[in-house]
């Protein structure tokens, strides 16, 4: 049996370089820190398409192994309301950096990797006759005059390095130009096409590895040595764990392939052995970080987040196979209850599962249902350390760190905003959550052109297969003048109609 077992979905390869940060990281104590502080230190962890119920966090899976997350989550407060503000990656870092919805820098799909640049959106030149709406051409890089997260905490004394997958511009877009000191292994966009050793760029080489080591193996080591180095020094760290899983191509461990193998039941949703072996694999990396805090005495003085950019994907790839071992056709994984995944503005695309973990400080073993959204996490963690943000800064995103103590969230209001066609998403949408009521907008869907309108109750309808659109006309008006002033305010580029479709004159039909 073959050590390396893929799924034959391949994303564009971005080059990998080390930059300024050239190699792995080294362990010698930083005699250069100079101010003290008595700030915790701060790991973020996000994961790529890890879904809601990818985990053991929500009762949600049988499948799926994830111990080290379990630990984790444990220690303090798991969030079962936690929101991105987009359905795909790039748009979701963009607001975790800013605090701000991605519509305000044209980032609105998962294309800011490279390729020229481009720091406005704006509607394609020409759309295909089949079609609708004229989709948006999304900005591609995240401007360098955005103030960030990472930037706010240097200006109060943290060591910053940020470890693994960015995708949100190569230099002079790459975590340097955005508040980091270190930046593993400095590359643009997303990992390549395999996530085992051998790699075949050959500046990862430069990472300390065996054959076979799986990536998240190898760069958790890494954040390992940045917490050793920064653990004893007179500066607190902030560690930006970013994974390049569970992302495709999906790659696993022949040992994980072959433990999830035997455990597969073909009539459970979730049965994807490779990619269980990811999930196994992400896990590792989770222990090896906590393992590294613990030996370096710093676990109760760190701060620590989880959550993923967006939701687990259910539709790539939808009937390939997994290879001769498996000779099947094996979907991703399944968000359920949640609808849908990764690519679509349904619960499955922007739940994602989430934890605040400060163990003596936040309450351990506790959990919450308040609303919480990825641009609310620049704010929340100012107020958690303590540190003040600038009095000229303007954002999106809210403190709620009320709500990790057992409080109310003031955020009754989510935006979002995907005006792209892809994956599980049918055509250009935006959506709008207050209360209990969300409201979808496709743009220009129906046959005439005119937007197709959808509006779940989400406490009575959890799984969103009721469209109440038509039964409550005056919470769709209300509700649409929402999101037509999140669009105004965060001057979002619009979809438009398509010319070249021929159905214009046809009567107004839904079409789902």
């Given at each position: 049996?073959k050590?390396?077992?893929?799924f ?21 104590p930083?005699?250069?820190?100079v101010?003290?502080s ?7 962890i996000?994961a ?6 990818d ?6 899976t049988?499948?799926?192994e994830?111990?080290?997350?379990q ?5 303090g407060?798991?969030l ?7 359905p ?10 800013s605090?701000?919805?991605p ?5 609105t799909?998962a ?5 020229a640049?481009?720091?406005e959106?704006k509607?394609v030149?020409k ?11 999304t900005a591609n ?8 997260l ?5 200006d109060?004394?943290y060591?910053?390095?940020?470890f693994?997958?960015?995708h949100?511009?190569?230099?002079p ?9 270190v ?15 051998p ?10 590895h065996?054959?076979?080591d799986h990536?998240?193996?190898?760069m ?7 917490i050793e180095k ?9 560690l930006?764990?970013?994974?390049f899983s ?7 461990k ?12 073909p009539?459970?949703?979730?049965s994807n052995?490779?990619y ?11 222990g ?18 989880f959550?993923?950019d967006n939701?687990?994907n259910t539709?790539g790839?939808?009937?390939e ?11 991703g994984t ?11 503005l349904?619960e ?15 309450p351990s ?9 990825s641009?609310?996490y620049?704010?929340t963690?100012a107020?958690l ?8 800064l303007?954002?999106?995103?809210m ?7 057992g409080g ?8 979002y ?10 055509g250009?949408v935006a959506g ?9 907008r496709y ?5 005439d052109?005119s937007?197709?309108?959808e509006l779940y109750?989400l406490?009575?309808?959890?799984i969103?297969?009721q469209?109440?659109?038509n ?7 209300r509700?649409?003048?929402k999101?037509?002033?999140?669009l105004k305010?965060t001057?979002a ?17 839904q079409?789902?």
């Open positions: 049996m050590s390396l077992i893929p034959t979905l391949f994303l564009s390869t971005a080059c990998i370089v080390f930059g300024k940060n050239d190699g792995p990281v080294d362990a010698t930083d005699s250069s820190s101010a003290s008595s700030k915790p230190n701060i790991v973020f996000l790529d398409d890890l879904g809601w119920s985990t053991t966090l929500y009762g949600t049988q499948y799926y994830t111990p080290h997350i630990a984790l989550a444990d220690r407060v798991l079962s309301q936690a929101y991105t503000a987009s795909v990656c790039s748009p979701t870092r963009a607001s975790i950096m605090g701000n919805w519509a305000r820098y044209g980032l799909q294309r800011a990797g490279g390729g640049v481009r720091l959106a509607p030149e759309e295909t006759s089949n079609r609708t709406t004229r989709e948006l051409i890089r995240f401007p360098t005059d955005v103030y960030t990472a930037e706010f905490l240097q109060n004394g060591s910053t390095g940020h693994g997958k960015w949100l511009g190569a230099e877009y790459s975590p340097y130009e955005h508040g980091f000191d930046d593993v292994p400095h590359t643009s966009g997303g990992f390549g096409n395999n996530f085992l050793a790699w075949s760029n050959s500046d990862l080489h430069k990472l300390p065996k054959e076979g990536i998240e193996d190898v958790a080591l890494e954040a390992a040595k940045f920064h653990a004893n020094g007179n500066q607190p760290f902030f930006n764990y970013w994974a569970i992302h495709s191509p999906w790659y696993s022949e040992s994980y392939a072959n433990y999830f193998l035997e455990k597969r039941d009539m459970n949703p979730q052995p490779i269980a072996g990811m999930v196994k694999s992400f896990d590792d990396a989770i090896t970080i906590v393992e590294a805090l613990e030996a370096a005495g710093v676990m109760e003085d760190t701060l620590i987040v959550t993923s939701g687990g539709w790839p939808p009937a196979k997994t290879g001769p071992v498996f000779g099947a056709d094996i979907p399944c968000n359920f209850p949640l609808r849908d995944g990764k690519g679509s349904y499955g695309g922007v739940r994602v599962p989430t934890a605040f973990i400060w163990p003596n400080k936040l073993g506790s959990s919450t249902d308040e609303v919480f959204n641009v609310d620049f704010p963690i107020a350390i303590e540190a003040e943000m600038p009095e000229e303007s954002i999106d995103g403190d709620l760190s009320k709500i990790l103590f109310k969230s003031d955020r009754d209001e989510q935006f905003y995907y005006p792209h066609y892809s994956g599980m998403n049918p250009p709008v959550r207050v209360g209990e009521w969300k409201l979808l743009f220009h869907a129906n046959l052109q937007h197709l309108i109750n406490n009575n309808d959890i969103e297969k469209n109440l659109a039964r409550y006309p005056d919470i769709v008006e509700l649409s003048m999101l037509d002033g999140y305010d001057k580029a619009l979809p438009l109609p398509n010319p070249a479709y021929p159905s214009q004159k046809l009567e107004k039909v079409w789902r």
